[in-house]
């Protein structure tokens, strides 16, 4: 099985910056592409950033310039900072990985979230 860990989350004032890790654990074999999602209240859970195992980035046209996804593959987790942070990004996080276990099985993997809440 595999874990992931989300942390990072926390209440910051509108303009500044937060940094979100995201930690995988547990019988990994190979993990592809890791990414990060919002859902916010009342809407739909939407992707924020993704990134591939060769590094290849996506990133949301509302976070664009804003937001930087990265990932330590020999740690196995992924980061995302966000800066210039507004209160439309107010949501709950969510990392996302595609995962190959040791036994070969695959995995779309959820963490558990981590709340972000953008307010003076």
């Known amino acids: 099985q595999v874990q992931l860990v989300e942390s990072g989350g926390g209440l910051v004032q509108p303009g500044g910056s937060l940094k979100l890790s995201c930690a995988a654990s547990?019988?990994?074999?190979?993990?592809?592409?890791m990414a990060w999602y919002r859902q916010a209240p009342g809407k739909q859970r939407e992707l924020v950033a993704s990134?591939?195992?060769?590094?290849?980035?996506n990133y949301a046209d509302s976070v664009k310039g804003r937001f930087t996804i990265s990932r330590d593959n020999a740690k196995n987790t992924a980061y995302l900072q966000m800066n210039s942070l507004k209160p439309d990004d107010t949501a709950v996080y969510y990392c996302?990985?595609?995962?190959?276990?040791?036994?070969?099985?695959?995995?779309?993997?959820w963490g558990q979230g981590t709340v972000v809440t953008v307010s003076s």
């Open positions: 990134i591939t195992s060769s590094s290849d980035t």
């Open positions: 996302n990985i595609d995962v190959l276990t040791r036994e070969r099985k695959y995995f779309d993997q």
């Open positions: 547990g019988s990994i074999f190979s993990i592809y592409s």
